[in-house]
Nanobody
Framework: QVQLTESGGGLVQTGGSLRLSCAASGSIFSVSSMRWHRQAPGKQRELVAGITSDGITSYGDSVKGRFTISRDNAKNTIYLQMNSLKAEDTAVYFC??????????????WGQGTQVTVSS
């Protein structure tokens, strides 16, 4: 069984930093794209950042220059370094991965989410 496990969320003051981690585990053959999304109360889920297996990154406009996504392919893990945090970054952050399990079909998996709260 494949699962994604996020960690690193918490409470931080405006201007502070946090680092999120997301590890894919289970019977995995390969992992292609991995992404971070977030959802604030009353808002739609939005893309924060993505990274391919080759390390090509992309970012949402609201986090460019402040957030950095990285990846450790050997550990099937991605990270999100969040700097210069703002109150509007407050949300539940979800990890997404496109995974080919050892048996079964390639599909998208989501983590359970980790809360990030930025106090002003």
């Amino acid at each position: 069984q494949v699962q994604l496990t996020e960690s690193g969320g918490g409470l931080v003051q405006t201007g502070g930093s946090l680092r999120l981690s997301c590890a894919a585990s289970g019977s995995i053959f390969s992992v292609s794209s991995m992404r971070w999304h977030r959802q604030a109360p009353g808002k739609q889920r939005e893309l924060v950042a993505g990274i391919t297996s080759d390390g090509i990154t992309s970012y949402g406009d609201s986090v460019k220059g402040r957030f950095t996504i990285s990846r450790d392919n050997a550990k099937n893990t991605i990270y999100l370094q969040m700097n210069s945090l703002k109150a509007e970054d407050t949300a539940v952050y979800f990890c997404y991965a496109n995974i080919s399990p050892t048996t079964g079909t390639t599909r998208a998996y989501w983590g359970q989410g980790t809360q990030v709260t930025v106090s002003s």
